[in-house]
């Protein structure tokens, strides 16, 4: 079962929004630039979920009246849809290319940008615009991509990989408030202090039993994480104490799941993780942000994880076990 909306499968289009805006725990405002319909199609920020198959020709279609691209991140594919945009094909408004190289590998708005390339094997990779970089990550523009086995498989994670019941995208990421009034990097953006702390999008109390974010299930489900580190700090995942198996990094199968409490999480790094439900646990996943050099906690955001086995409610109105 899939926590998450998704774009697929194999063909998808996004449109640049630079308008958007999330509203934070403390009920202040940021603007936030966005692909699509935002992830899960009630949130801006991250952007929505691209899904393909293993072996299968992927078309990505990229409107946008600024300059901007999708570079895929992790995914092997040719230089010309790479998504940068010195080297490859972007969308720009200026007749030149906006300066930004190769000329004959841009598309000037308001015609889109189509990326063509066959989806290498399964797992999770990244998607993020590669124009003016450093900025329009942090403001939004970033996303995951699932690959799906040959047969489609939605419960499996590869050819002869591991299977599960149920399926979470975590997008681990920050914001500094200070640089979303920018259009452009420069000064404010030359340094970077995060001062909200996120999970999918949401913080603080938002985060706690987002659909997205939480996992509620019954006990001995096996539950598929695919932690995405789309920030620009290092996040410590802790699942309250559980310990859970690492079975693939940066969308390669790993020789032997590692078993772990603990897992550090670097940016543009991605890991598939495997949970399975503990009987009787109530309690919460927390995501400590760190500084580059992973000595101090910057900062935090939490999750609830949950065994429902025992939450049944009869028709009488007395809960199981009265």
Not at 114 to 120: D, E, K, M, N, S
Not at 122 to 151: F, K, W
Not at 219 to 233: C, E, F, S, W
């Amino acid at each position: 079962m899939r926590t998450f909306s998704f774009l697929g499968s194999n063909t998808a289009a996004l449109t640049v929004s630079m308008d958007g805006s999330t509203t934070m725990s403390d009920n202040n405002t940021l603007t936030t630039w966005y692909f699509g319909n935002g992830f899960n199609d009630d949130r801006l920020v991250p952007s929505p979920v691209i899904e393909c198959i293993e072996g299968q020709q992927v078309n990505v279609t990229l409107t946008s009246m600024r300059a901007h691209s999708i570079h895929f991140h992790g995914l092997d594919v040719d230089q010309a849809n790479d998504g940068v945009g010195s080297t490859s094909g972007y969308v720009s408004q200026s007749p030149t290319g906006g300066n930004l190289g190769r000329v004959d590998g841009y598309t000037r708005f308001p015609s889109p940008h189509v990326y063509t390339f066959t989806a290498p094997h399964a797992g999770t990779y990244m998607y993020h615009c590669h124009i003016d970089t450093v900025l329009h990550i942090e403001q939004g523009m970033v996303g995951t991509v699932i690959v799906r086995p040959p047969s489609g498989s939605t419960t499996q994670a590869w050819t002869s990989g591991p299977s599960f019941d149920r399926e979470h995208v975590w997008h681990l990421h920050t914001f500094d408030s200070s640089w979303h009034g920018e259009t452009i990097s420069g000064v404010v953006t030359n340094r970077y202090r995060p001062d909200y702390f996120m999970l999918n999008g949401k913080d603080g109390v938002n985060a706690i039993d987002d659909t997205t974010c939480a996992i509620t299930a019954d006990y001995g489900t096996k539950v598929l994480i695919r932690a995405n580190n789309v920030g620009y700090q290092p996040a410590l995942i802790n699942l309250g104490g559980i310990t859970f198996q690492v079975i693939a990094s940066d969308g390669r199968p790993l020789p032997t799941p590692l078993n772990v409490t603990e897992l550090l999480v670097t940016a543009g790094e991605r890991y598939d993780i495997l949970l399975t439900i503990p009987g009787a646990f109530d309690g919460f996943a927390t995501i400590s942000y760190k500084d580059i050099r992973n000595r101090i906690t910057l900062g935090t955001v939490q999750t609830r994880i949950k065994d429902t086995s025992n939450d049944f409610v009869f028709a009488s109105g007395f809960e199981a076990g009265e």
